[in-house]
């Protein structure tokens, strides 16, 4: 299963989404779209303190609201619900209903359902709660936030570590001992998060969106105690999801719960302000750097230190410096992960979860070491490119950093560039120009596919997910091409948990997983129609080596022109199905087993025995600093990256730019603001949550710099939905030091850092 076929070059051909025009025309159903007769409202109740316990609750207002059919509380429904167990990507790990502690503020304390949505809403503000409060912690250096050195608390956890670092970096002659600083910040996906729930009998149908269908139903299937087989999620489309929505949260289970009370279908929608609470987010994060180099700027000691925030109970942690250790050559390396245990939300995947954060503080701290070089920082990265990471020394599968910086670096003009502070002005306005590298582990995960050929259709069934990526895509432009098809040819069915599991759509993996899994179940039904082709009795093939066969435009070609139909062929076969299960490099052959049970097994970046696996690029920005109001404008940024195999060049650009402007909003505007007496978010909503708009990026550029990687999986496949983020802050942060010298350490760079 090494060799790449792409019979018909549809893989690479640009190629628009194929639910695009029932997303612009409001046509497309999202979870909560899909009319579910007869469902009564959900709202929920959130936790007005952060730490502390329930003492009483005063449910008459609300039950006397006309409409209110129940009114879920710890006091009334705490058995009939487990809490979520810990998870890999976070989230859980907090009881909810189940008893009357209070974790942190916005915590799901009771649950209304009524008639109406309007109903269950104002039902819900009518309840009142007794408290016994505690003063919470809210973040780092808050009173009562513990301190936990993760290799100390985390079975099998090692920080990667190599030589003597301490040692090396007293000796280098040049250092930069540097801290940095990242926020809290929310993914705010446009589409809410939202469940709708039903029971047939004893079984369970969840309407909801999500990353990962197969580890929801599992997730609540043990939450409820029945059987997983039992519990469906539909998924067909996802408003946006960037981490959120991949593990289960406590919502889902109760609206299953307050609709079997009902014998009624239950729907919640919950608010834009609640979605901060009852998810996921991206945990602030404190970092500490040093470098040591030589004067001909090779390194020789680098140290890297983080602090992240969680949940009391959780040890949920995004541990940067896996990657941060292994991204350029070093003979001494030290890493260490602290988690800092506050009365918060339990934190989760946020896109680019580790690299995004530790990212910023490596990227600044080398432009640091470039300026105390007097080196240009992309020389500086070329001399510590390294084929090996530094760590165990195994090689990179493939690694275009450096064609990157220089693609990205030619489209820019950063030759032009004086490497002085504040050498370009235009009026009130310095100007800087900054550069880093973007880097993300290329990962995959086993995948199942059933694909079937009949006269009259080509029909794709795997469990994948269509988060806004294209994944609905490049599946039908996988099965086309390997098939000799058209991509629209292709009926293609995902987001369903009753369908061929296929892991979760994160950690930029999706791709590489399903298409592999389709390449398969399409090689198999290449073999066999081709045998049926060669083997007949009659027919244009008759007779021919089976090996000088291909699929093309509809047909199968053989010798001098000699070709049949696959509609003929197919009508004499029958119909033809074949079901593959892909079990990439790094994964045990119960992978699919484990998928199917809700356990994904994500392998590749550097956590493989015999090699390691990344995707880079390099981003460069112009900022323009305005010197009256520190106004930050980024009137242009170019991104160049490499990712093996693009299968749909459009949507992978568009994944890419998306990245980027995400970038953007992670250097200048994304910032989760916590009251740090009540340990709560304070804009928790989008008019105060601040994201990028068109105005805020005139011009992102994308350079797709080819690679071909035969060793990362069949397909060749990287992965590009976080490579595009990475980086960015670190870019923007080191060219505003390039137009003010003004060096900033603590995202998001606000006007009032430079003043
Ligand atoms: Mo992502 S954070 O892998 O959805």
Redesign the pocket.
Known sequence: MSEVITPSGVIGRDTVRQEARAKVTGVARYPSDIPVPDAAHAFLVTSGIARGRILGWHLEAARAVPGVLDILTNENAAGESKPIPPTKGGGGSTTTLQSDRIWHSGQIIAVVVAESFEAAREAAHKVRVDYAGEAPAASFGSPGAQVQVLEETLEGHEDPRVGDAEAAFIAGAVRVDASYGTPTQHHNPIELFTTTCFWEDDRLTILEPS?FVQGLANTVAKQLDIEPAKVRVISPLVGG???SK?GATARTAWIAVAARRLGRPVKLVASRSQGFTIATYRAETRQRLRLAAGRDGRLQALLHEGWEVTSRPSNYNVQGTETTARIYACPNVWTRVNVVHADRNTPG?????PDLPYGFGLESAMDELAIALDMDPVELRRINDTRKEPIRGLPYTSRSLMPCFDAAAEAFGWSRRDRRPGSMREGDWRIGWGCAASFYPAKISAACARVTLSARSVRLDIAAHEIGTGAWTVLAMTAADQLGLEPEQVEVHLGDSTLPAAGL????SHTASICNAVAMACRELRDRLTHAAVTANAGPLAGQDPARLRFEKGALCGESGAAEPLEALLGRTGPVEAYAEHIPHGNPPDAPDKLRQGMPQTTGGAQLPDRIQYGFGAQFVEVRVNARTGEVRVPRITGAFAAGRIINPRTAHSQLMGGMIWGIGSALLEATEIDRRNARYVNDNIAEYLIPVNADVPSVEVIMVPEEDRLVNPLGIKGV??LGCVGTNAAIANAVHHATGRRLRQLPIRPEHLL
């Not at 995947?349 to 979860?353: D, L, S, T, Y």
């Not at 759509?505 to 930029?508: L, P, R, T, V």
């Open positions: 990353q999801a960037f981490g991949g995947f946020m896109r680019a979860p759509a994160a950690g930029s939905g976080e």
